[in-house]
């Protein structure tokens, strides 16, 4: 599996470079956080405000296992401003898939 927390304005290419690779399912999670970033300061009404937790997508998208590095290189390519707070990517092992409807276990249930 395939997690990457990425800047909600670049969703719409990410999604678009997973479509071109094949990837057939993705779950999209609004998440709140913050890393080197830090957060910044707002104003409203002459008042500061410090805004410690930003606004992020976590994607995440279970694939075959020689599918796993393309989907890397797309993700970076597609959600890749070179600022701080571009995100980050982890590749977690899956055990075991079983897709509900049909029972179909493995690969099968991933595709």
Do not use: C
């Not at 913050?34 to 998208?61: F, N, P």
């Amino acid at each position: 599996m395939i997690t990457a927390i990425i800047r909600p304005h670049k969703l719409h290419e990410v999604k678009a470079a997973l479509v071109e690779l094949g990837v057939t399912g993705l779950t999209v999670t609004d998440a709140r956080g913050y890393g080197r970033q830090r957060g910044h300061i707002e104003r409203y009404r002459g008042a500061e405000y410090t805004v410690d937790l930003i606004s992020k997508l976590k994607l995440e998208v279970v694939v075959r296992d020689e599918q796993v590095e393309p989907v890397i290189q797309a993700i970076l390519k597609a959600a890749r401003t070179g600022e701080i707070g571009d995100g980050k990517i982890f590749v977690t092992e899956v055990i075991e898939a079983v897709r509900v409807r049909t029972g179909d276990r493995g690969n099968d249930a991933i595709t």
